[in-house]
C-alpha cells in the first residue's frame, strides 16, 4: 500500500521556524565575539539595566506571594521590599544613562528602530513603578491615589484606572505591566542581536586623529 509524502517545508510552522533561522542564526543569537566598538560604558549600563530588572522581578515575586502584611509586620518582608525598591531605582538609573548615552550617539541611525522599544519600554515601567507606589497598602500609597485620581478623571481615564482600587492597581503592577516590560525586553534584546549594536559617528573629513 502506498503512503502519500507531505511536504513538511510547506507547512507555517516550517516557514516560520526556517525564517527564524535565517534571521538569527545561533551564532548570532549567542555570538562569541563583538566588535571593539561594544568595549563601551554605555552598553555595560544596558547590561546593569537587565540585571537589576532580574532583582526587580525576584524580589517582586516574592513580595507578591506573601501579600502587604508580610512586608510591613515582618523584618525578612521589610529587607525584601526594600530590595526591591533599591532595585527599582537602580533600574530606572541605568536605564537613563544607557537612552541618553543611545541618544547622543545617534542611535537612530540607518533606520534603526531599537530605540523605539528601549523608549517604550522605559515608559511602561513608569507606569509598573506608579502602580507600585499605589500598592504599598500605607498612608504613602494612599496619598498618592487620592493626589492622582483627580487628574486621571480629567482626562476621561479613571473610569478604567481606578487608582484608588487596590486590587486594579495590583494585578496592574504584578501582572500586566511586568509582562508588558519583558516583552518590550525581550523585543529590545531580540532587534540588538538582530540588527547588530550601533557603529561609532562616522570621522568627518579633515578630522585630525588622535
Not at 502587604?68 to 533599591?86: A, C, E, R
Not at 484606572?161 to 503592577?173: A, E, L, T
Amino acid at each position: 500500500m502506498s503512503r502519500t509524502v507531505t511536504d513538511d517545508s510547506r507547512m507555517w510552522t516550517a516557514r516560520l521556524r526556517d525564517r527564524a533561522v535565517k534571521a538569527l542564526p545561533p551564532e548570532k543569537l549567542l555570538p562569541d565575539r563583538q566588535p571593539a566598538y561594544v568595549a563601551s560604558w554605555i552598553y555595560v549600563f544596558g547590561v546593569l539595566t537587565l540585571s537589576a530588572l532580574l532583582v526587580v522581578v525576584a524580589s517582586g515575586v516574592i513580595l507578591a506571594l506573601k501579600g502587604p502584611t508580610w512586608w510591613h509586620t515582618s523584618g525578612i518582608g521589610l529587607f525584601f521590599n526594600s530590595l526591591h525598591l533599591w532595585s527599582v531605582e537602580l533600574f530606572f538609573f541605568f536605564m537613563v544613562v544607557h537612552l541618553w548615552g543611545k541618544f547622543f550617539m545617534a542611535a537612530w541611525r540607518g533606520r534603526r528602530l531599537t530605540w523605539v522599544t528601549g523608549v517604550v519600554a522605559f515608559v511602561t515601567s513608569i507606569g509598573t513603578a506608579f502602580t507600585g507606589y499605589l500598592s504599598q497598602q500605607n498612608f504613602d500609597s494612599q496619598w498618592i491615589a487620592t493626589q492622582a485620581k483627580d487628574g486621571l478623571n480629567s482626562v476621561g481615564v479613571g473610569a478604567f484606572f481606578n487608582v484608588m482600587n487596590f486590587g486594579q492597581m495590583f494585578i496592574w503592577h504584578v501582572l500586566l505591566l511586568p509582562a508588558g516590560v519583558g516583552v518590550l525586553v525581550a523585543l529590545h534584546i531580540a532587534m540588538v542581536r538582530l540588527r547588530g549594536v550601533v557603529p561609532p559617528m562616522p570621522r568627518r573629513s579633515g578630522q585630525e586623529e588622535g
